[in-house]
């Protein structure tokens, strides 16, 4: 059985600031992954990155990186110098080899001037 | 590339009525996801379709059902709709390979049952 924990319900962050949503899990699975998905108001979700667990670097796309810390069942995702397009829910999810994710509850970030 | 396509988009429908919902995934993707989306419950897991067999199902009653076709498209079907059952129905496509698991979702149904 797979848990996922996000405890921050809300965060706001200034434009061109940073910001760290943070994502704590458990699973029993061996192999495993973790992803974060934003979700905008359209209510589409949309991949921001994924991490494979067996992989100790933390991945990164542009602007998003991830501190993975396997230890901790911890998976943060960090946004650098945020912009207002950025404002949506991003869910942190895990899932094993098969296609099953288990999500949190959702971070809702607010962008602001 | 094309990303996952689901129609319809919205719908309405009736408590009592059944619905389908399709889903077409990523091409090369053979496996398809289905989730529910509602304020109260948050994101579940429905089932998982993979070479057109169920490989996973998670916590539904029977009226939810599924199935996969040798196209790799799936279809989810509600039967005998709940006013509970409004949601948001998103489908999830992926792909496991050498770089791992990748899994990508569409814009999702949204249904409402009046």
């Known amino acids: 059985a797979q848990t996922v924990t996000q405890s921050q319900p809300e965060m706001s962050v200034q434009e061109a600031e940073t910001v760290t949503l943070s994502c704590t899990y458990d699973t029993s699975e061996s192999d495993y992954y973790l992803f974060w998905y934003k979700q905008p108001p359209s209510r589409q979700m949309i991949l921001v990155i994924r991490?494979?667990?067996?992989?100790?670097q933390n991945a990164t796309e542009n602007r998003f990186s991830v501190n993975f810390q396997k230890a901790a069942k911890s998976f943060s995702l960090k946004i650098s110098d945020s912009q207002l397009g950025d404002a949506a829910m991003y869910f942190c999810?895990?899932?094993?080899?098969?296609?099953?994710?288990?999500f949190g509850t959702g971070t809702r970030l607010q962008v602001t001037l | 590339k094309a990303g996952v396509t689901q129609t319809p988009r919205y719908l309405i429908k009736t408590r009592g009525q059944q619905v389908t919902l399709s889903c077409s995934p990523i091409s090369g993707h053979r496996s398809v996801s289905w989730y529910q989306q509602t304020p109260g419950q948050g994101l579940q897991f429905l089932f998982e379709y993979f070479s057109e067999t169920q490989r996973n199902k998670g916590n539904f009653p029977g009226r939810f059902s599924g199935r996969q076709f040798s196209n790799s498209r799936s279809e989810m079907n509600v039967s005998t709709l709940e006013l509970g059952d409004s949601a948001l129905y998103l489908c999830a496509s992926s792909y496991y390979g050498s770089l791992g698991n990748t899994i990508y979702f569409g814009e999702g149904s949204w249904l409402t049952v009046v």
């Open positions: 991490q494979e667990a067996y992989k100790q």
């Open positions: 999810a895990s899932t094993g080899t098969a296609s099953k994710l288990t």
